[in-house]
C-alpha cells in the first residue's frame, strides 16, 4: 500500500510518532524532506500538519477526493481530506459532533485548509436539490466574507483579518441542513491606515476595479483608486488577482446566498460611505471666540455622502466638526480641533465598516441558519488569525495572540493534560511526559481581577486622567514578578538590562515566544469610542441599512452606560468559543509556513523550526507515542465492535469490561497494543483501531448481507405461501363452481330426458282415447272413398278402344291429376298394344314401312304429306300377272320387296328414260322395259347413300360406293313418282340387309361422282319443270341443275 509504504518510509515519515529519532532536527528534517517530495501532508497520530507549498499541487481533484472518501486513515497518504473524512464519519456514523481547528501563523494556508475542508464535505455529503443549494449557499459566503474581511498584507495576499468559525449543522443521514458563522475583530485600523506594501480591504478595490459606469456614478464614485485617501495609491492592483472578476463572484456569491438588489445597492451604497468619508477634509479656522475650530474645507465629498445615505449635510458637517458635551445636565455644544475632528471621521468611517461587516455575517447567517428543528449534528471549523509577532506590537496583536493562546489551552488540555489526567484516573501505567502548560499565561491576560484585559477596562472606566502610562504603572506593580511579564521597569528592579525592550512597553512570553507589546493606542482602542454626535447623524440618515448599524444613535434610546470595551467583547467571545469548542471532538490541522517569500517549494528551515516550537508539535509527538490512540467506555466499545467475536454477539449477558476482554482476546492483538483501564479499553496505536474499524465493517457487510438475505427469504417465503393460499382457494371454488354448473346441467338433462320418457309413456297409455288420431282416422277414409269413386267411375266410363281416340275423363280431384295421367297413358299404351296384337303381318310391315317414312321425311320432303294418301303397294309392275316380266319375276323370286317403274336421268344430257326398278331383299335392279331385262344389279351393300330433294318431286340420287364393280359406272340419278315408298324401303331393306342405316341426304345441293367426275347438283325450284318430273340441265362439265315444282 503506497500510504503504509511511505509511513515508514525511514527518511520522510508520513507520522511523525514514527520518527527516530525524535528531535527538533529530525523533526524539521523529515518536513522539508517531505515538503521535497511535494508532500505537503504530515501526520501527529491524528492531527495533520500542512505545509503551505505556494503552487498548486494536483491532489485536490475530483478523483482524490474519491480515494479519501470512506478511507482508512491511516491506508493513505496523509491529506487534509483524510482528516476531513474522519471528522465528518465520525459526526455521522458515531454521533460526535466535530470541530476542525486550523492554527498557523498568516500566511500558513489556514483560509486555504479551511475551505478544502468544507468542499470535501460538499463532495462526500449526499445530493439533492435542497442539499446542493445549501452546500452552495456555504461555500459562497467565503467570496463575500473574503472580498469584505481580507486584505493584502505583507505576509499574505489574502490575509484573513478577521477571526472566523463557521458551524455546519447536518442531519442524522449526514446531509448539510445549513450553518452559522461567528466572526471575531475584524481588524478595523486598517480602513484608515496600513503599512506600506499593504492594502485596505478587497472590496474597495474590487468595487472600483469592477463596477460598471452606472453603478460608479450611481455610487458617486471614480474609477481611479489613487483618489481616495484610504486607498493605498501605488499598491493598488495586485499581481495574480483579478479584482473585477473577484467582484462579479462576490456578486454572483450574493445572489446565490439569497441577497436582494436592494440589499446588494445599499451594502455597496454603505461601502461608498465609508470610502468617500476618507477624502473629507477638515481644515482649521478661528472662530469669534479666538478658539481654533475645523471646518470641512471641500464640501462637495460631504454633499455626496449625504445624498447617499439621505443625511442633512449640516447634520453631519455639524457631527464632524463639534461635539455636544454633557456638563451638568446641560449639554453644550463644542468645536472639535483639526486632529480631533479626523480622528472622529476616522473613528466614523472604522464603525461604519466594522458594523456592516458584522451585519453582513448576520445576513449571510439569515440566509444559511437551519430552518427546521430537526436534531443536528455539528463541525465546526475554526479560521482563526495565528500567532503575530511583529516589529511593533499594539492592541490588536495582543489580542489575537491571546487568542491563539487559548486555542493552544485548548489543545494542551485536550490532547495532553487531559491524557495523562485519564490515565491516571483509569489506573493505567504511564510515565508521565513533560510538557508547558500555558494556562499561567491565560490567565495573565484574561483573569477578572488581575488580569491585563481587566486592568485595561478599569482604567478605561476610571475618572481622572487616564492614559496609557498609568496603564503601564499599573501593569507593573501588580505583575511585577509573574515570570511571564516583563517591562523596562521590573527588569530594571530585578536589575536586567534587555535593550531590546523600549519604554512605554511590556513584554509577554507567550508560549510560542516572547512578544513586546507597545501601550500606546491600548486604552483608545479599547474603548472604541465614537461620538455620540456622530453615531445619532447615522441614525438620522434615510439609509435603511446605515440607520440600522447605529441602533444607538436614536435620541430616545439614549444611554449614560458605556459601551463593553473591545478587550471585554473579544475575552467574552473568545470564552464562548472555547466552550463551544469544549463541546466538539476536536481535529487539528497545525499550518505551517515554508518560507517568508510565498515562494513555490522553498524551505527556510528557521522558519519552519520557530513555527515547529510554538505550535508544541514535538511534545505532542512524544505524547502521542507514550499514550494511547484511542480508548473508549467498555460498554459503547462493547456495543460497536461485539460482531467480531462469535461469544459476544448476539448478545453478551455479562459485564461490559468481561465482553471487551472476551471480543479482544478472540482477535489475538499484542498485549501492549491494548490497556484495560477501570472504565476505559485503550489502544495504543491507530492502526489497531482502523485495524479493528475495518474488521468491522466487513463483519457489518456480512450481517447485513445476513439480514438482508433472511429477510428477502422471509418475504419471498410469506408472499408464496400467501399466494398458495389464495391459489388453493380460488381452484377450490372454482372446481366447486364448475362441478355444481356440471351437476345443474346435469340435473337438467335428467329432468328433460325423464319428462320426455313420462310424456311417451303417457301418451302410449292414452293416444288411443285421444281425438287427434280421429281426423286421421276420417282423413284416410275419405280419401281412400274418394279414390275408390274415381276407380269406379273411370271403369264404368273407359272412352272407346279406337287408337286414334284419345280422350280421357279428367280427374275429379287435384290430387289425383297425376295419377289420372299415369292410368291415361297405361290405358292408351294397353289399347295400342290391343290394337298390335290383331294386325295381320303384312299390314304390319306396311305400317312399319309409313313409320319409316313418316320418321325420315316428316318435315323435310314437301312430297311427304301427299305421300300419305297413296298406300304403299310394292307391286306395281304385276310381274307375276304380266307374262313379259317373267325373266325378272324370276330374278326377284320370293324376295322381292317392290317393283316399279322409275325414270333414269341421262348424265350427260339430263334427258330421262324409263327403267323398271325391282328391289329385292338383296339387290337394286334396273331392267328395261322393253327387253324387261336387268340392266343393272346392284347389291344393297354397294350404295353408299341417297340424296332427294326438300320439295315434292321424285328426284333421287343413288349414290355407289367406288369400290364396287356398279359403282365405277358412278351414281344414279332417278326420278320415281313413288319416290317416298321407294326410299322407305329401301332404308328399311338396306337396314335389314346391312345391319346400318343408309345415309339419306334431303338436300338442295349435293355431289354425285360420275365417270367422268364429280358433279356438282343444284335442285332449282322453277315452275319450268313438269309436274310430272323434274327437268335435269346439265351446266357444265361438272354442274348440274335440276328443276322442281
Ligand atoms: N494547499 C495549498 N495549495 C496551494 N497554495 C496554497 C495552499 N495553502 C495556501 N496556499 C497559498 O498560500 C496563500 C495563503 O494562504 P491562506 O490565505 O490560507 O493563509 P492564512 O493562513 O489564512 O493566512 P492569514 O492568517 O493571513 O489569513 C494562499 O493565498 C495560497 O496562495
Ligand atoms: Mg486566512
Same mark, same amino acid.
Given at each position: 500500500?503506497?500510504?503504509?509504504?511511505?509511513?515508514?518510509?525511514?527518511?520522510?515519515?508520513?507520522?511523525?510518532?514514527?520518527?527516530? =529519532?525524535?528531535?527538533?532536527?529530525?523533526?524539521? +528534517?523529515?518536513?522539508?524532506?517531505?515538503?521535497?517530495?511535494?508532500?505537503?501532508?504530515?501526520?501527529?497520530?491524528?492531527?495533520?500538519?500542512?505545509?503551505?507549498?505556494? +503552487?498548486?499541487? =494536483?491532489?485536490?481533484?475530483?478523483?482524490?477526493?474519491?480515494?479519501?472518501?470512506?478511507?482508512?486513515?491511516?491506508?493513505?497518504?496523509?491529506?487534509?481530506?483524510?482528516?476531513?473524512?474522519?471528522?465528518?464519519?465520525?459526526?455521522?456514523?458515531?454521533?460526535?459532533?466535530?470541530?476542525?481547528?486550523?492554527?498557523?501563523?498568516?500566511?500558513?494556508?489556514?483560509?486555504?485548509?479551511?475551505? #478544502?475542508?468544507?468542499?470535501?464535505?460538499?463532495?462526500?455529503?449526499?445530493?439533492?436539490?435542497?442539499?446542493?443549494?445549501?452546500?452552495? !449557499?456555504?461555500?459562497?459566503?467565503?467570496?463575500?466574507?473574503?472580498?469584505?474581511? /481580507?486584505?493584502?498584507?505583507?505576509?499574505?495576499?489574502?490575509?484573513?483579518?478577521?477571526?472566523?468559525?463557521?458551524?455546519?449543522?447536518?442531519?442524522?443521514?449526514?446531509?448539510? %441542513?445549513?450553518?452559522?458563522?461567528?466572526?471575531?475583530?475584524?481588524?478595523?485600523?486598517?480602513?484608515?491606515?496600513?503599512?506600506?506594501?499593504?492594502?485596505?480591504?478587497?472590496?474597495?478595490?474590487?468595487?472600483?476595479?469592477?463596477?460598471?459606469?452606472?453603478?460608479? !456614478? &450611481?455610487?458617486?464614485?471614480?474609477?481611479?483608486?489613487?483618489?481616495?485617501?484610504?486607498?493605498?495609491?501605488?499598491?493598488?492592483?495586485?499581481?495574480?488577482?483579478?479584482?473585477?472578476?473577484?467582484?462579479?463572484?462576490?456578486?454572483?456569491?450574493?445572489?446565490?446566498?439569497?441577497?436582494?438588489?436592494?440589499?446588494?445597492?445599499?451594502?455597496?451604497?454603505?461601502?461608498?460611505?465609508?470610502?468617500?468619508?476618507?477624502?473629507?477634509?477638515?481644515?482649521?479656522?478661528?472662530?469669534?471666540?479666538?478658539?481654533?475650530?475645523?471646518?470641512?474645507?471641500? $464640501? &462637495?465629498?460631504?454633499?455626496?455622502?449625504?445624498?447617499?445615505?439621505?443625511?442633512?449635510?449640516?447634520?453631519?458637517?455639524?457631527?464632524?466638526?463639534?461635539?455636544?458635551?454633557?456638563?451638568?445636565?446641560?449639554?453644550?455644544?463644542?468645536?472639535?480641533?483639526?486632529?480631533?475632528?479626523?480622528?472622529?471621521? @476616522?473613528?466614523?468611517?472604522?464603525?461604519?465598516?466594522?458594523?456592516?461587516?458584522?451585519?453582513?455575517?448576520?445576513?449571510?447567517?439569515?440566509?444559511?441558519?437551519?430552518?427546521?428543528?430537526?436534531?443536528?449534528?455539528?463541525?465546526?471549523?475554526?479560521?482563526?488569525?495565528?500567532?503575530?509577532?511583529?516589529?511593533?506590537?499594539?492592541?490588536?496583536?495582543?489580542?489575537?495572540?491571546?487568542?491563539?493562546?487559548?486555542?493552544?489551552?485548548?489543545?494542551?488540555?485536550?490532547?495532553?493534560?487531559?491524557?495523562?489526567?485519564?490515565?491516571?484516573?483509569?489506573?493505567?501505567?504511564?510515565?508521565?511526559?513533560?510538557?508547558?502548560?500555558?494556562?499561567?499565561? *491565560?490567565?495573565?491576560?484574561?483573569?477578572?481581577?488581575?488580569?491585563?484585559?481587566?486592568?485595561?477596562?478599569?482604567?478605561?472606566?476610571?475618572?481622572?486622567?487616564?492614559?496609557?502610562?498609568?496603564?503601564?504603572?499599573?501593569?507593573?506593580?501588580?505583575?511585577?514578578?509573574?515570570?511571564?511579564?516583563?517591562?523596562?521597569?521590573?527588569?530594571?528592579?530585578?536589575?536586567?538590562?534587555?535593550?531590546?525592550? $523600549?519604554?512605554?512597553?511590556?513584554?509577554?512570553?507567550?508560549?510560542?515566544?516572547?512578544?513586546?507589546?507597545?501601550?500606546?493606542?491600548?486604552?483608545?482602542?479599547?474603548?472604541?469610542?465614537?461620538?455620540?454626535? #456622530?453615531?445619532?447623524?447615522?441614525?438620522?440618515?434615510?439609509?435603511?441599512?446605515?440607520?440600522?448599524?447605529?441602533?444607538?444613535?436614536?435620541?430616545?434610546?439614549?444611554?449614560?452606560?458605556? $459601551?463593553?470595551?473591545?478587550?471585554?467583547?473579544?475575552?467574552?467571545?473568545?470564552?464562548?468559543?472555547?466552550?463551544?469548542?469544549?463541546?466538539?471532538?476536536? /481535529?487539528?490541522?497545525?499550518?505551517?509556513?515554508?518560507?517568508?517569500?510565498?515562494?513555490?517549494?522553498?524551505?527556510?528551515?528557521? %522558519?519552519?523550526?520557530?513555527?515547529?516550537?510554538?505550535?508544541?508539535?514535538?511534545?505532542?509527538?512524544?505524547?502521542?507515542?507514550?499514550?494511547?490512540?484511542?480508548?473508549?467506555?467498555?460498554?459503547?466499545?462493547? &456495543?460497536?465492535?461485539?460482531?467480531?467475536?462469535? +461469544?459476544?454477539?448476539?448478545?453478551?449477558?455479562?459485564?461490559?469490561?468481561?465482553?471487551?476482554?472476551?471480543?479482544?482476546?478472540?482477535?489475538?492483538?499484542?498485549?501492549?497494543?491494548?490497556?484495560?483501564?477501570?472504565?476505559?479499553?485503550?489502544?495504543?496505536?491507530?492502526?489497531?483501531?482502523?485495524?479493528?474499524?475495518?474488521?468491522?465493517?466487513?463483519?457489518?457487510?456480512?450481517?447485513?448481507?445476513?439480514? &438482508?438475505?433472511?429477510?428477502?427469504?422471509?418475504? *419471498?417465503?410469506?408472499?408464496?405461501?400467501?399466494?398458495?393460499?389464495?391459489?388453493?382457494?380460488?381452484?377450490?371454488?372454482?372446481?366447486?363452481?364448475?362441478?355444481?354448473?356440471?351437476?345443474? +346441467?346435469?340435473?337438467?338433462?335428467?329432468?328433460?330426458?325423464?319428462?320426455?320418457?313420462?310424456?311417451?309413456?303417457?301418451?302410449?297409455?292414452?293416444?288411443?282415447?285421444?281425438?287427434?288420431?280421429?281426423?286421421?282416422?276420417?282423413?284416410?277414409?275419405?280419401?281412400?272413398?274418394?279414390?275408390?269413386?274415381?276407380?269406379?267411375?273411370?271403369?264404368?266410363?273407359?272412352?272407346?278402344?279406337?287408337?286414334?281416340?284419345?280422350?280421357?275423363?279428367?280427374? $275429379?280431384?287435384?290430387?289425383?291429376?297425376?295419377?289420372?295421367?299415369?292410368?291415361?297413358?297405361?290405358?292408351?299404351?294397353?289399347?295400342?298394344?290391343?290394337?298390335?296384337?290383331?294386325?295381320?303381318?303384312?299390314?304390319?310391315?306396311?305400317?312399319?314401312?309409313?313409320?319409316?317414312?313418316?320418321?325420315?321425311?316428316?318435315?323435310?320432303?314437301?312430297?311427304?304429306?301427299?305421300?300419305?294418301?297413296?298406300?304403299?303397294?310394292?307391286?306395281?309392275?304385276?310381274?307375276?300377272? /304380266?307374262?313379259?316380266?317373267?325373266?325378272?319375276?324370276?330374278?326377284?323370286?320370293?324376295?322381292?320387296?317392290?317393283?316399279?317403274?322409275?325414270?333414269?336421268?341421262?348424265?350427260?344430257?339430263?334427258?330421262?328414260?324409263?327403267?323398271?326398278?325391282?328391289?329385292?331383299?338383296?339387290?337394286?335392279? %334396273?331392267?328395261?322395259?322393253?327387253?324387261?331385262?336387268?340392266?343393272?344389279?346392284?347389291?344393297?351393300?354397294?350404295?353408299?347413300?341417297?340424296?332427294?330433294?326438300?320439295?315434292?318431286?321424285?328426284?333421287?340420287?343413288?349414290?355407289?360406293?367406288?369400290?364396287?364393280?356398279?359403282?365405277?359406272?358412278?351414281?344414279?340419278?332417278?326420278?320415281? @313418282?313413288?319416290?317416298?315408298?321407294?326410299?322407305?324401303?329401301?332404308?328399311?331393306?338396306?337396314?335389314?340387309?346391312?345391319?346400318?342405316?343408309? =345415309?339419306?341426304?334431303?338436300?338442295?345441293?349435293?355431289?354425285?361422282?360420275?365417270?367422268?367426275?364429280?358433279?356438282?347438283?343444284?335442285?332449282?325450284?322453277?315452275?319450268?319443270?313438269?309436274?310430272?318430273?323434274?327437268? *335435269?340441265?346439265?351446266?357444265?362439265?361438272?354442274?348440274?341443275?335440276?328443276?322442281?315444282?
Amino acid at each position: 500500500m503506497e500510504g503504509s509504504s511511505s509511513m515508514l518510509d525511514a527518511e520522510a515519515v508520513a507520522d511523525l510518532v514514527l520518527l527516530d =529519532p525524535l528531535t527538533e532536527e529530525s523533526l524539521v +528534517q523529515t518536513l522539508q524532506e517531505r515538503f521535497r517530495r511535494r508532500d505537503i501532508y504530515t501526520y501527529i497520530g491524528n492531527v495533520v500538519i500542512s505545509v503551505n507549498p505556494y +503552487q498548486s499541487l =494536483p491532489i485536490y481533484t475530483p478523483e482524490k477526493v474519491e480515494e479519501y472518501r470512506n478511507c482508512s486513515f491511516f491506508a493513505v497518504k496523509p491529506h487534509i481530506y483524510a482528516i476531513a473524512d474522519d471528522a465528518y464519519r465520525s459526526l455521522r456514523d458515531r454521533d460526535r459532533d466535530q470541530c476542525i481547528l486550523i492554527t498557523g501563523e498568516s500566511g500558513a494556508g489556514k483560509t486555504e485548509a479551511s475551505k #478544502l475542508v468544507m468542499s470535501y464535505v460538499a463532495a462526500v455529503s449526499s445530493k439533492g436539490e435542497e442539499v446542493n443549494k445549501v452546500k452552495e !449557499q456555504l461555500l459562497q459566503s467565503n467570496p463575500v466574507l473574503e472580498a469584505f474581511g /481580507n486584505a493584502k498584507t505583507v505576509r499574505n495576499d489574502n490575509s484573513s483579518r478577521f477571526g472566523k468559525y463557521m458551524d455546519i449543522e447536518f442531519d442524522f443521514k449526514g446531509e448539510p %441542513l445549513g450553518g452559522v458563522i461567528s466572526n471575531y475583530l475584524l481588524e478595523k485600523s486598517r480602513i484608515v491606515r496600513h503599512v506600506k506594501g499593504e492594502r485596505n480591504f478587497h472590496i474597495f478595490y474590487q468595487l472600483l476595479a469592477g463596477a460598471s459606469p452606472q453603478l460608479l !456614478q &450611481q455610487l458617486k464614485l471614480r474609477q481611479d483608486c489613487g483618489h481616495y485617501g484610504y486607498l493605498d495609491r501605488e499598491g493598488s492592483s495586485l499581481p495574480g488577482m483579478d479584482d473585477a472578476a473577484n467582484f462579479h463572484a462576490m456578486q454572483d456569491a450574493m445572489r446565490i446566498i439569497g441577497f436582494s438588489p436592494t440589499e446588494v445597492t445599499e451594502l455597496l451604497q454603505v461601502t461608498a460611505v465609508v470610502l468617500k468619508l476618507g477624502n473629507v477634509q477638515l481644515s482649521s479656522s478661528f472662530q469669534a471666540s479666538g478658539m481654533e475650530a475645523c471646518s470641512i474645507s471641500e $464640501p &462637495q465629498e460631504l454633499h455626496e455622502i449625504c445624498e447617499l445615505i439621505g443625511l442633512d449635510p449640516g447634520t453631519l458637517e455639524r457631527a464632524l466638526c463639534s461635539r455636544t458635551v454633557k456638563a451638568r445636565d446641560e449639554a453644550v455644544l463644542t468645536t472639535l480641533t483639526v486632529p480631533q475632528g479626523y480622528y472622529g471621521r @476616522d473613528a466614523l468611517a472604522k464603525n461604519i465598516y466594522s458594523r456592516l461587516f458584522d451585519w453582513l455575517v448576520k445576513r449571510i447567517n439569515a440566509s444559511i441558519q437551519v430552518k427546521s428543528d430537526k436534531q443536528r449534528k455539528v463541525m465546526g471549523v475554526l479560521d482563526i488569525y495565528g500567532f503575530e509577532i511583529f516589529q511593533d506590537n499594539g492592541f490588536e496583536q495582543f489580542i489575537i495572540n491571546y487568542c491563539n493562546e487559548k486555542l493552544q489551552q485548548i489543545f494542551i488540555l485536550m490532547t495532553l493534560k487531559e491524557e495523562q489526567e485519564e490515565y491516571v484516573r483509569e489506573g493505567i501505567q504511564w510515565t508521565p511526559v513533560e510538557f508547558f502548560d500555558n494556562s499561567i499565561i *491565560c490567565n495573565l491576560i484574561e483573569n477578572n481581577t488581575t488580569g491585563i484585559l481587566a486592568m485595561l477596562d478599569e482604567e478605561c472606566l476610571r475618572p481622572g486622567v487616564v492614559n496609557e502610562d498609568t496603564f503601564l504603572t499599573k501593569l507593573n506593580q501588580l505583575l511585577a514578578t509573574h515570570k511571564h511579564y516583563e517591562s523596562k521597569e521590573t527588569q530594571n528592579a530585578r536589575r536586567v538590562t534587555d535593550a531590546s525592550l $523600549p519604554p512605554r512597553c511590556f513584554r509577554i512570553h507567550h508560549y510560542a515566544g516572547k512578544v513586546t507589546y507597545n501601550v500606546t493606542g491600548f486604552i483608545e482602542k479599547n474603548n472604541d469610542l465614537l461620538f455620540r454626535d #456622530l453615531s445619532q447623524a447615522m441614525w438620522a440618515a434615510q439609509h435603511a441599512l446605515l440607520r440600522s448599524l447605529f441602533p444607538e444613535g436614536d435620541p430616545q434610546k439614549v444611554s449614560l452606560k458605556l $459601551p463593553p470595551t473591545a478587550g471585554f467583547q473579544f475575552k467574552s467571545s473568545v470564552a464562548m468559543l472555547m466552550k463551544n469548542l469544549y463541546s466538539k471532538n476536536p /481535529n487539528y490541522i497545525r499550518c505551517i509556513k515554508p518560507n517568508d517569500t510565498k515562494s513555490a517549494m522553498v524551505f527556510t528551515p528557521e %522558519l519552519v523550526l520557530a513555527q515547529v516550537r510554538y505550535l508544541g508539535l514535538l511534545e505532542n509527538v512524544r505524547v502521542r507515542r507514550a499514550g494511547y490512540a484511542f480508548r473508549q467506555l467498555y460498554g459503547p466499545f462493547l &456495543q460497536r465492535y461485539k460482531m467480531l467475536n462469535a +461469544q459476544t454477539w448476539p448478545r453478551w449477558d455479562r459485564g461490559d469490561r468481561e465482553g471487551t476482554e472476551v471480543l479482544l482476546a478472540g482477535l489475538q492483538f499484542p498485549a501492549e497494543e491494548l490497556a484495560f483501564g477501570h472504565t476505559k479499553i485503550f489502544i495504543r496505536s491507530p492502526r489497531t483501531l482502523f485495524d479493528l474499524e475495518r474488521r468491522r465493517q466487513e463483519r457489518v457487510a456480512e450481517l447485513a448481507t445476513l439480514i &438482508q438475505k433472511m429477510f428477502r427469504g422471509w418475504r *419471498c417465503r410469506t408472499q408464496y405461501q400467501l399466494m398458495r393460499k389464495s391459489q388453493i382457494l380460488i381452484s377450490a371454488w372454482f372446481r366447486g363452481h364448475r362441478q355444481k354448473n356440471r351437476y345443474k +346441467q346435469m340435473k337438467r338433462s335428467a329432468l328433460i330426458l325423464q319428462a320426455y320418457a313420462r310424456g311417451w309413456k303417457a301418451r302410449k297409455t292414452y293416444r288411443k282415447y285421444f281425438r287427434s288420431s280421429a281426423s286421421t282416422c276420417l282423413a284416410n277414409f275419405i280419401y281412400r272413398r274418394l279414390v275408390q269413386k274415381y276407380l269406379v267411375g273411370l271403369a264404368k266410363n273407359l272412352p272407346p278402344l279406337s287408337v286414334t281416340d284419345r280422350t280421357w275423363p279428367p280427374a $275429379p280431384y287435384r290430387f289425383l291429376d297425376n295419377t289420372n295421367q299415369e292410368l291415361k297413358n297405361i290405358f292408351y299404351h294397353w289399347k295400342c298394344k290391343k290394337y298390335r296384337d290383331q294386325l295381320s303381318a303384312s299390314r304390319r310391315a306396311q305400317l312399319q314401312a309409313r313409320l319409316c317414312a313418316s320418321e325420315l321425311f316428316k318435315d323435310k320432303k314437301t312430297l311427304y304429306p301427299k305421300s300419305l294418301q297413296q298406300p304403299f303397294r310394292g307391286e306395281y309392275l304385276g310381274l307375276k300377272q /304380266n307374262p313379259k316380266y317373267q325373266k325378272l319375276h324370276a330374278v326377284a323370286k320370293d324376295k322381292l320387296v317392290m317393283a316399279d317403274s322409275v325414270r333414269k336421268v341421262n348424265r350427260a344430257s339430263g334427258k330421262t328414260v324409263p327403267r323398271l326398278l325391282l328391289l329385292t331383299t338383296e339387290h337394286l335392279v %334396273l331392267a328395261d322395259p322393253k327387253a324387261a331385262q336387268p340392266k343393272t344389279v346392284l347389291s344393297l351393300s354397294d350404295i353408299r347413300g341417297v340424296s332427294v330433294t326438300r320439295f315434292s318431286d321424285g328426284f333421287l340420287a343413288l349414290h355407289l360406293k367406288e369400290v364396287s364393280t356398279v359403282g365405277a359406272k358412278g351414281d344414279f340419278l332417278l326420278v320415281s @313418282d313413288h319416290l317416298i315408298e321407294l326410299v322407305t324401303r329401301l332404308y328399311q331393306t338396306f337396314e335389314a340387309t346391312t345391319g346400318q342405316a343408309l =345415309p339419306l341426304h334431303i338436300t338442295d345441293r349435293f355431289s354425285t361422282r360420275f365417270p367422268k367426275g364429280d358433279v356438282s347438283i343444284t335442285v332449282v325450284e322453277s315452275p319450268k319443270a313438269s309436274t310430272n318430273g323434274p327437268v *335435269c340441265k346439265k351446266k357444265g362439265s361438272n354442274k348440274m341443275e335440276v328443276l322442281v315444282y
